[in-house]
């Protein structure tokens, strides 16, 4: 068995005296590890760093093996590596792919997003919003998602503030009413899909995602805890923002 493509190196653990075993997250074959012959060579180990993107070739005798990679590096995305905002932010990306996406299952949009998403923080680019609307769509790709469409009371389409942490739905002003202490506050940039630099509306997005994170995908995934690296990258958030 083998397949070639490309992806994004999520994960690096050393494998034996002298090899590595990556994780990789690519648009064909999702997230995919495998073993790199030498990756813990003074040559190759500066290559594979999370974060980097990869020429790869996979070979194995038998599908379910896990496998030997061939990589050739495309992209460094060296500039994260003097950030320590960005290292955050390449921590939790990297940290939630290997947590919660299921081992090679497709996942092509959400790859086109992780690609763009990385190339920003890489760059330098204002992308705190981007990571929101990142979360947001992991939910929704692995079956987690919200409905936002209406609201869950009035059944309207304008106003729509709040998300009830009970069914995931969007809930307006009005259909609040008293209960509105104890609703999520839904963003308006989060649920129309624009970009946001106000630091208020951002934390209470990632607060959204990650009421949802715990308590729909983590009871999925055998309750396993949030990785403490996207909580780590909310208090840089806080710190910067």
Same mark, same amino acid.
């Given at each position: 068995?083998?397949?070639?493509g490309q992806?994004v190196? +999520? ?7 002298t090899?590595?075993i990556?994780d990789?997250f #690519?648009q064909?074959k999702?997230?995919h590890?495998?073993?790199?012959r030498?990756?813990?060579?003074r040559?190759m180990?500066?290559l594979?760093q999370?974060g ?5 070739e996979w070979r $194995?005798r038998l599908?379910?093996?896990l496998?030997?990679f061939?990589?050739?590096p495309l992209?460094?995305r060296?500039?994260?590596?003097s ?8 921590g939790?990306?990297c940290?939630?792919i290997?947590f ?6 497709e ?6 997003r992780?690609?763009?998403l990385l190339?920003?923080?890489d ?8 990571y929101?609307?990142?979360?947001m769509?992991l939910l929704?790709d692995?079956?987690?998602?919200m409905?936002?469409s209406?609201?869950?009371v #009035?059944g309207?389409? %304008?106003?729509?503030?709040? +998300?009830s942490?009970? #069914? ?8 609040a009413?008293e ?5 999520l506050?839904?963003?308006?940039f989060?649920?129309n899909?624009?970009d946001s630099d ?8 990632? %607060?959204l #995602?990650?009421y949802?994170? %715990?308590?729909?995908?983590?009871p ?8 403490d690296?996207?909580?780590?990258l909310?208090? $840089?958030l806080?710190?910067?923002?």
């Amino acid at each position: 068995m083998e397949w070639s493509g490309q992806g994004v190196i +999520v994960g690096v653990r050393r494998f034996g005296e002298t090899s590595a075993i990556i994780d990789v997250f #690519t648009q064909e074959k999702g997230r995919h590890a495998g073993v790199v012959r030498g990756g813990s060579s003074r040559k190759m180990a500066p290559l594979l760093q999370p974060g980097a993107q990869v020429a790869l070739e996979w070979r $194995a005798r038998l599908e379910e093996h896990l496998g030997n990679f061939h990589v050739e590096p495309l992209q460094s995305r060296s500039m994260i590596m003097s950030d320590r905002m960005g290292l955050s932010g390449l921590g939790a990306v990297c940290s939630l792919i290997q947590f919660a996406f299921p081992e090679r299952m497709e996942l092509p949009e959400l790859y086109a997003r992780t690609i763009d998403l990385l190339d920003r923080i890489d760059g330098r680019v204002p992308w705190a919003a981007a990571y929101a609307h990142w979360e947001m769509l992991l939910l929704d790709d692995l079956g987690y998602g919200m409905d936002l469409s209406s609201c869950a009371v #009035t059944g309207v389409t %304008q106003e729509l503030i709040y +998300v009830s942490p009970k #069914t995931g739905r969007a809930v307006s002003k009005e259909g609040a009413g008293e209960w509105a202490d104890r609703l999520l506050v839904l963003p308006d940039f989060l649920r129309n899909g624009f970009d946001s630099d106000d630091k208020q509306e951002i934390l209470n997005a990632l %607060q959204l #995602t990650g009421y949802f994170l %715990q308590s729909s995908l983590a009871p999925a995934l055998g309750n396993r805890p949030i990785p403490d690296a996207r909580a780590r990258l909310i208090r $840089a958030l806080e710190k910067r923002l």
